[in-house]
């Protein structure tokens, strides 16, 4: 059987509902698609797949180069770096908040190399240092109303609107995911979002969010933003973005 992808999988349930369907044709098919949409990324969010894990490389594979866009940070962060802190707010047990030294002293740092795919073709490999978002995610105690994780971050595009991301609890509980303080054994350079980002291996690199220093712990996306749960996910890009 050939592996089902997107076209696919929309193509299928196209045909399968219209057929029964009463509206009119042009009707019927621009309501279905847009719910054909959310339901292609209800279906890899849930599936099997998101357990998967991305390929753990030997050092010897890190690559000499690591491309990285040109930064649009505040003339003052350097200043912010000096007094950064993680606050950590929303459905969890108690509002928090911790300087990178205190995340350091509250977590053990676990290190993987791993692959690095932009959206844009290309790919790098480097070493990922920090802390086990799964162990993380379950000190903070979620309550049992929260079904997001949303990252955001310091950084703004020209217009000012702000960077942020999210992922699903299930997406953050997977045991490759870091918030990196470290790349290739040093502290995380600025270019690369330093002091703390986001490290998704098994997703594409937009959802690996720079420049964190808010985590909010939320029940759903709607009201924040445009919505859908990420700078780049507002512009039309996929919540869920598995490689």
């Known amino acids: 059987m050939s592996p089902l992808t997107r076209r696919g999988f929309l193509a299928g349930l196209a045909a399968t509902a219209l057929a029964g ?11 279905f ?10 279906f890899l969010e849930a599936g099997p797949g998101r357990r998967a894990r991305a390929k753990v490389y030997p050092k010897t594979a890190i690559s000499k180069e690591f491309p990285t866009r040109s930064l649009e940070l505040p003339d003052a962060y350097a200043d912010m770096l000096a007094r950064w802190e993680l606050k950590v707010e929303g459905l969890i047990e108690a509002p928090r908040s911790f300087t990178l030294a205190q ?35 379950a000190a903070m105690k979620p309550k049992p109303g929260a079904k997001y994780v949303v990252f955001h971050s310091a950084d703004a595009d020209n217009g000012g609107a702000p960077y ?26 600025v270019p690369h979002g330093a002091p703390l980002r986001l490290k998704v291996p098994t997703q594409l690199g937009y959802k690996s969010t720079k420049y964190i220093n808010r985590i909010a712990f939320v029940e759903k ?3 924040l933003h445009g919505g859908k749960g990420g700078y780049w996910e507002d512009t039309g890009y996929e919540h869920y973005a598995g490689i």
Request: some cysteine; hydrophobic content about 40%; charged content about 15%.
């Open 33 to 42: 698609w847009s719910w054909a949409e959310g339901a292609w990324q209800a």
């Open 164 to 189: 942020y991301g999210s992922l699903t609890i299930d997406q953050a509980m997977h045991p490759q995911t870091l918030l990196a303080y470290e790349m290739n054994g040093q502290p995380l350079p």
């Open 103 to 137: 995340l350091q002293q509250a977590f053990p740092k676990t290190a993987e190399v791993t692959r690095h795919d932009c959206v844009e073709g290309w790919s790098a490999i480097a070493e990922w240092g920090g802390i086990s978002l799964p162990a993380f995610v």
């Open 21 to 31: 369907c009463n509206m009119e044709p042009s009707h019927r098919f621009w309501g």
């Open 221 to 223: 996306l709607d009201g």
